[in-house]
């Protein structure tokens, strides 16, 4: 940064996602997520720096040059829906003529005809509407900008997924038939999904397991459907976040998240946390699928 000041974006960040899992990534605007999402793609700024391993099969993304993530990742091995669809559409060029270009690049299909008729197949798999394919992306909603992003996401049956935000602007509807496809797009041939949102709602239909990020860490990581059920997360945040909801006890978390440049010492958490003691100045670590000095447990939810 300016006067040589770093940031950890994202630290110490270990999970893994198999195949025909689905991995739900949450936690508030600015913790970390989508970072986390670039890194693997190489599509962090010139001024970025990363540490550690992501293995794709037996490629280390991290380590991967631009040509080789240029050439043979993105697209064909991971598909990434992006967070701002409308940057990443080519203004100037009808979804389409993208849709045909990315099919042909993808699957090899030549042919007038068959072009056509791919691209309208990818559109319907998105509930992308066929009357809308020769528009420009400056004539669609944000929500038909959204649903062109994941049609061409899927096209090239990626590997892996990586959704970032994929319901943004869509209506309740939409927002089911998206993630019904993208559990699809997974069942169907052991594909994995790593899954970036605050729609909580839509976590909990798609996912099979859910890691929560906090100012840059993971502070749990647990199966959803312990998650969202009678025992619920043991980190004070996730279960904040769950107690937040319109349908639970729509009760806010009190303060806000602490900035990346000036996290505080120990727990970042603490300042908005009721079970903060004096062990609390010490960072927690990722112990037991929590980081946390004082979880709840099963003993606590019963009480």
């Given at each position: 940064m300016?006067?040589?000041?770093?940031i950890?974006a994202?630290?110490d960040?270990?999970?893994?996602?198999?195949?025909?899992?689905c991995?739900?990534?949450i936690g508030?605007s600015?913790?970390?997520?989508?970072v986390?999402?670039?890194a693997l793609?190489?599509?962090?700024?010139?001024?970025?720096?990363?540490?550690?391993?992501?293995h794709l099969?037996d490629?280390?993304?991290?380590?991967?040059?631009?040509?080789?993530?240029a050439?043979?990742?993105?697209?064909r091995?991971?598909?990434?829906i992006?967070?701002?669809?409308?940057?990443?559409l080519t203004?100037?060029?009808?979804?389409?003529?993208?849709?045909?270009e990315?099919?042909?690049?993808?699957?090899?299909?030549?042919?007038?005809?068959?072009?056509?008729?791919a691209?309208?197949?990818?559109?319907?798999?998105?509930?992308f509407?066929?009357?809308?394919?020769?528009?420009?992306?400056?004539?669609?909603s944000?929500?038909?900008?959204?649903?062109?992003a994941?049609?061409?996401a899927?096209?090239?049956d990626?590997?892996?997924?990586?959704a970032?935000?994929?319901t943004?602007?869509?209506?309740?509807?939409?927002?089911?038939?998206?993630?019904d496809e993208?559990?699809?797009?997974?069942?169907?041939?052991?594909?994995a999904?790593?899954m970036?949102?605050?729609d909580l709602?839509?976590?909990e239909?798609?996912?099979?397991?859910?890691a929560?990020?906090y100012?840059g860490?993971?502070v749990?990581l647990t199966?959803?459907?312990?998650?969202?059920?009678e025992?619920?997360?043991?980190?004070?945040?996730?279960?904040?976040l769950?107690?937040a909801?319109?349908?639970r006890?729509?009760t806010?978390?009190?303060?806000?998240?602490p900035?990346?440049?000036?996290?505080p010492?120990?727990c970042?958490f603490?300042?908005r946390?009721?079970?903060?003691t004096?062990?609390?100045?010490?960072v927690?670590?990722?112990t037991d699928?929590?980081?946390?000095?004082?979880?709840?447990?099963?003993?606590?939810i019963?009480?």
């Amino acid at each position: 940064m300016p006067g040589g000041r770093r940031i950890a974006a994202v630290t110490d960040a270990h999970f893994d996602v198999t195949a025909g899992e689905c991995l739900a990534l949450i936690g508030e605007s600015g913790c970390g997520k989508s970072v986390l999402a670039s890194a693997l793609l190489g599509l962090l700024p010139a001024n970025a720096q990363t540490a550690g391993e992501a293995h794709l099969a037996d490629l280390d993304l991290l380590a991967a040059d631009e040509r080789t993530l240029a050439r043979t990742v993105r697209g064909r091995r991971i598909g990434l829906i992006p967070q701002s669809p409308a940057a990443h559409l080519t203004p100037v060029r009808t979804i389409r003529s993208q849709l045909e270009e990315t099919v042909a690049a993808l699957r090899g299909v030549q042919g007038r005809k068959a072009l056509r008729a791919a691209a309208e197949e990818a559109a319907e798999r998105a509930a992308f509407p066929a009357d809308h394919l020769d528009r420009h992306p400056h004539e669609l909603s944000g929500g038909l900008a959204q649903r062109a992003a994941t049609a061409l996401a899927l096209v090239g049956d990626a590997p892996l997924l990586l959704a970032d935000e994929p319901t943004t602007g869509l209506d309740r509807d939409l927002v089911d038939h998206t993630v019904d496809e993208l559990r699809r797009h997974v069942d169907t041939a052991d594909r994995a999904l790593l899954m970036i949102t605050h729609d909580l709602a839509a976590a909990e239909r798609i996912a099979d397991r859910v890691a929560v990020m906090y100012a840059g860490r993971i502070v749990e990581l647990t199966d959803a459907a312990a998650f969202f059920g009678e025992t619920g997360p043991r980190h004070p945040y996730s279960r904040g976040l769950l107690a937040a909801l319109p349908d639970r006890a729509f009760t806010p978390i009190p303060g806000m998240p602490p900035e990346l440049g000036a996290l505080p010492d120990g727990c970042a958490f603490a300042a908005r946390c009721d079970r903060t003691t004096a062990a609390c100045t010490a960072v927690p670590h990722l112990t037991d699928a929590v980081a946390c000095h004082h979880p709840h447990v099963p003993e606590d939810i019963r009480a």
